[in-house]
């Protein structure tokens, strides 16, 4: 029997993917107790879903911190244990370049909003692993460094709607209908400094027929979803 571990998750939106982990955890096919869930969006639907099973909530509000951002950012603003040029030289989000004062502002924003994150997540200091079950936002080396504390143990997971390495960015399912593909699927893998890049953990894959639609590759890639993520979370919990 795996051990019973402690994840936290994250979502910026309706949270069906929330829904499933639930689910999992109440029929006794994922070993975990979920601790939280915490969003960057105020407005998050999927927030009602974490409620109404007892789960903890928070929202950082991503939008709110960014706007306040654009009118300046002074060093009493960013995290105390923030280095700029040590969190430049990690990341591959954005271009590096000194003079990009573009990836200057991303970097030091997300710092600012990450931050807030982590002080939320510190009364849960018994979590094992961070679930990203629909987050929107991705994350930097900051907040990265501070959940993977021991080298080459990953303790931060995503589902990608696409499978990897094939079509990461923002819309996946998208992309694979558009390219004209003929299998679709979804990816679990663990988060890394660059986008979708981490280690896979586990994949899933459906066929797309001459005759399906945009929104029919999004219905079936979801519901591959609903069973990939819970399977990846028990196979964390089996890896202990």
Same mark, same amino acid.
């Given at each position: ?9 994250? $979502? ?8 499933? !982990? &639930?689910? /999992? +955890?109440?029929? %006794?096919?994922? *070993? @975990? ?21 007892? $789960? ?8 709110? !911190? &960014?706007? /306040? +951002?654009?009118? %300046?950012?002074? *060093? @009493? ?41 982590? *002080? ?38 995503n589902i990608h709607p696409a499978l990897l390495p094939a079509f990461p960015g923002t819309d996946g399912y998208g992309d694979t209908f558009r390219y004209g ?29 001459d005759r399906d639609t945009l929104d029919d590759v999004k219905r079936n890639g979801l519901e591959k979803e609903w069973e990939l993520y819970p399977a990846c ?8």
């Open positions: 029997m795996a051990k019973k571990i402690n994840i936290g998750t994250l $979502i910026s939106g309706g949270g069906t993917n929330l829904q499933a !982990i &639930i689910d /999992a +955890c109440a029929h %006794g096919q994922i *070993d @975990a107790t979920i601790l939280f869930t915490g969003s960057d969006n105020p407005g998050a639907k999927g927030m009602d879903r974490a409620r109404k099973a007892g $789960i903890d909530t928070f929202v950082v509000d991503y939008s709110r !911190i &960014i706007s /306040a +951002c654009k009118q %300046g950012i002074s *060093d @009493a603003d960013l995290p105390r244990d923030f280095d700029l040029a040590e969190t430049l030289s990690k990341q591959k989000l954005v271009s590096n370049d000194a003079a990009n004062g573009q990836a200057h502002f991303f970097i030091k924003s997300r710092a600012i909003a990450e931050r807030q994150l982590l *002080d939320q997540m510190a009364a849960y200091d018994d979590m094992d692993l961070l679930v990203l079950a629909g987050f929107m936002r991705v994350l930097t080396p900051y907040f990265i460094d501070r959940i993977n504390t021991e080298p080459g143990q990953f303790r931060i997971m593909c003929k299998v679709g699927g979804c990816t679990v893998h663990f988060i890394d400094y660059g986008e979708d890049t981490g280690p896979i953990i586990g994949q899933k894959a459906f066929e797309i027929s979370i028990q196979k964390f919990a089996e890896s202990l």
